[in-house]
């Protein structure tokens, strides 16, 4: 196309070139030579201006996309400039959130700091005290000559020796000059009269020690009066095969007192005791449909076996398990006398939770609790610690990376009010509710827990906490 133009204006200006040599020759007289002479300088005029015009058009062409240029480059700085502005105010937002993070983390890290020189001087003041009550009790004098440290005199160790050595039986006056049927008469009438009562003890976090569950345990009030804990009774309860008809009335109450705590508290939970005898009894299906309609609280209401009952459960005690697991509920191990566990098959069963024993988890050098929570870490089960009664041994056990504890260090066993197992709109309930959704209180104070608040004031009249206190660690069993 432009060659086409370029041929069509040469032709043009020859054309004019021979127009006008014509016209001079015919017109005004010229002789041929001048004629032509004539058209060729017009063709001459002609071509030098095409020439020219077309570098004119070229030079403004070239001008213009010059300023193009110089307009995009333009924009293109301004646009980095504006890049380099933003970089740099990310650049000081960033430093300035790192500052403002070490300016926070600095009080936390000397608070930390504080806290672990306390611990461990508590730690060794315990110690102390535990080794200076040993020597004046005689419990463990060495007789002989001086002899080296081992790993028998750690603190920890001794600790844990003396709650399994203060777990004797002891003597059960409403029981004593009876033969077994009789005990077995007696704690039938009992579970027929209705005079169990339901006690609550705290499971605590760690390490702020806010309650995150309780623990029902069961108690026979004999007709004197005598309050006979279920690791004395219970035995006497299977002999007569009467663990059913006592897990279905500790299951309603379980279950009244789950809803009252819900009320209040979303995250709480209660841990209740079964037989593995009433997973087979034949009123086991009426259970069933008791938990079935109150399904919704399943959640929060986790069953707890033996680790005798677990190894011994059969097709049926699993079948029963099953089912209970479909409708929401949940499940826990306790009174471990080994640590021979496989996580995977008890998390596949429903098990959740382990209660280990103090005995178990600190004896020897604690190799078996590190060995245990690498075991658990991961498969969806929770390790709780349970039987602490001093500040010795749960620093310890927060040191092992353990959850969950219980023990008399955080609260005894308390019972439950009367009228909490009452109506839904008594006042008593309501108070219960609003007692039992109180936490813990924090480390270094003394540990008042919500059931502590659920303890009936004419029960613990005649009682000091002491006194209590070294009963249940003498009976030291579920429930």
Same mark, same amino acid.
């Given at each position: 196309m432009v060659r086409f133009g370029a041929v069509f204006v040469a032709m043009c200006m020859a054309l004019i070139a021979v127009s006008l040599g014509g016209v001079s020759y015919l017109r005004f007289g010229f002789n041929g030579p001048e004629a032509s002479l004539i058209g060729i300088a017009v063709l001459m005029a002609l071509v030098a201006y095409s020439a020219l015009a077309a570098r004119m058009r070229d030079r403004a062409d070239a001008?213009?996309?010059?300023?193009?240029?110089?307009?995009? +480059? /333009? !924009?293109?700085?301004?646009?980095?400039?504006?890049?380099?502005?933003?970089?740099?105010?990310?650049?000081?937002?960033?430093?300035?959130?790192?500052?403002?993070?070490?300016? +926070? @983390?600095?009080?936390?890290?000397?608070?930390?700091?504080?806290?672990?020189?306390? %611990?461990?001087?508590?730690?060794? +003041?315990?110690?102390?005290?535990?080794?200076?009550?040993?020597?004046?009790? /005689?419990? =463990?004098?060495?007789?002989?000559?001086?002899? !080296?440290?081992?790993?028998?005199?750690?603190?920890?160790?001794?600790?844990?020796? @003396?709650?399994? !050595?203060?777990?004797?039986?002891?003597?059960? !006056?409403?029981?004593?000059?009876?033969?077994?049927?009789?005990?077995?008469?007696? %704690?039938?009438?009992?579970?027929?009269?209705?005079?169990?009562?339901?006690? *609550?003890?705290?499971?605590?976090?760690?390490?702020?020690?806010?309650?995150?569950?309780?623990?029902?345990?069961?108690? *026979?009030?004999?007709? +004197? /009066?005598?309050?006979? @804990?279920? @690791?004395?009774?219970?035995?006497?309860?299977?002999?007569?095969?009467?663990?059913?008809?006592?897990?279905?009335?500790?299951?309603? =109450?379980?279950?009244? %007192?789950?809803?009252? *705590? *819900?009320?209040k508290n979303r995250d709480i939970g209660l841990f209740c005791n079964l037989s593995s005898a009433t997973l087979t009894d034949s009123g086991f299906p009426q259970l069933l449909e008791l938990l079935e309609a109150n399904r919704a609280i399943g959640p929060s209401l986790v069953f707890e076996f033996t680790q005798r009952a677990v190894r011994a459960m059969g097709p049926a005690e699993h079948e029963s398990l099953a089912a209970l697991a479909e409708r929401g509920f949940r499940f826990s191990m306790d009174n471990l006398v080994d640590l021979d566990l496989e996580p995977g098959e008890l998390q596949e069963r429903g098990f959740r939770f382990i209660k280990v024993p103090v005995t178990l988890l600190l004896g020897g050098d604690g190799s078996a609790a590190s060995d245990l929570s690498s075991m658990f870490d991961g498969v969806g089960v929770d390790l709780v610690a349970e039987r602490i009664e001093s500040e010795n041994i749960a620093a310890h056990v927060v040191e092992r990376g353990f959850r969950f504890a219980q023990g008399f260090l955080f609260s005894p066993p308390r019972p439950v009010r009367a009228e909490a197992l009452q109506g839904e709109n008594g006042e008593g309930a309501k108070e219960t509710e609003k007692e039992a959704a109180m936490p813990a209180s924090a480390p270094g104070e003394q540990s008042q827990s919500s059931a502590d608040l659920l303890a009936s004031a004419a029960a613990a009249a005649g009682d000091s906490l002491g006194a209590s206190r070294n009963q249940a660690i003498r009976t030291g069993g579920r429930r």
């Open positions: 001008t213009e996309m010059i300023s193009g240029l110089k307009r995009s +480059s /333009g !924009d293109m700085i301004r646009q980095l400039a504006e890049f380099g502005r933003r970089i740099n105010a990310i650049d000081n937002r960033v430093e300035r959130a790192f500052e403002r993070s070490g300016e +926070s @983390a600095q009080p936390l890290a000397s608070e930390l700091a504080e806290l672990s020189s306390q %611990v461990k001087g508590l730690v060794g +003041s315990v110690a102390a005290h535990d080794a200076a009550l040993s020597a004046a009790g /005689g419990d =463990r004098q060495q007789v002989g000559g001086a002899a !080296d440290l081992g790993p028998a005199d750690d603190p920890v160790a001794a600790a844990a020796r @003396a709650v399994s !050595d203060s777990q004797a039986v002891h003597r059960v !006056d409403a029981f004593s000059r009876l033969d077994q049927d009789s005990i077995i008469a007696l %704690v039938r009438d009992g579970i027929e009269a209705g005079r169990i009562d339901l006690y *609550l003890q705290p499971i605590v976090t760690l390490p702020k020690r806010n309650v995150r569950y309780y623990e029902a345990m069961s108690r *026979l009030k004999a007709e +004197s /009066g005598e309050v006979i @804990a279920a @690791a004395d009774f219970l035995k006497y309860a299977e002999a007569g095969s009467l663990m059913p008809k006592l897990d279905h009335m500790t299951v309603m =109450r379980c279950v009244q %007192v789950v809803r009252r *705590l *819900l009320l």
